[in-house]
């Protein structure tokens, strides 16, 4: 990946939580914790989970540099969000949560030298695991998210007519 795609992709990173704050702002109250299906999160619920799924991010990045070939182990996220009973907790600390890792992680990412893109880990799930590919997945992580959301929110309206 050169240079100038990393660039990028560490500026989509660093915009993820403002899409998320968006997104979360056009949730009507009684929508927040609405299910499209059974099975599927709330918005509530895909904050939440982007709080633990970011706490996580900040630390296998620091591993993949900082480790030799460091093992990042893979987690069932839907039994996160069972385990943690993700509706019985306030939203605002995820979301703090949120930005607060990723302000770290943006800070980190643009200083790192050109040889830490280069290394790489071993995902238990997905094999071979390189730094740029921790910045294509998480870049993207939460745009996927605050698209759910609308998501969320459209087929919430869509219901209620």
């Given amino acids: 990946m050169d240079r100038t795609r990393r660039e990028t992709l560490i500026q989509q990173y ?22 499209p299906k059974p099975g599927e999160w709330s918005a509530h619920e895909i904050v939440c989970h982007a709080a633990d799924s970011e706490v996580t991010a900040y630390a296998r990045i620091r591993m993949v540099v900082a480790e030799k070939e460091p093992l990042i182990v893979g987690y069932d996220q839907e039994e996160w969000a069972r385990r943690f009973d993700y509706h019985a907790l306030p939203l605002e600390p995820s979301l703090a949560a949120v930005e607060a890792v990723r302000t770290a992680t943006v800070a980190l990412l643009r200083h790192l030298p050109e040889d830490a893109w280069a ?11 390189p730094a740029t590919k921790w910045l294509e997945i998480y870049a993207q992580h ?18 209620r007519r």
């Avoid at 290394?119 to 695991?129: A, F, L, N, P, Q």
């Avoid at 605050?146 to 929110?153: E, K, L, P």
């Fill in 14 to 35: 660093a915009d993820g939580p403002r899409r998320l704050r968006e997104a979360l702002a056009r949730v009507p109250a009684e929508a927040m914790q609405w299910r």
């Fill in 119 to 129: 290394r790489k880990g071993r995902h238990t799930e997905i094999g071979e695991y």
């Fill in 142 to 159: 939460l745009e996927d998210h605050a698209r759910q959301i609308d998501g969320n929110v459209a087929a919430w309206q869509t219901r």
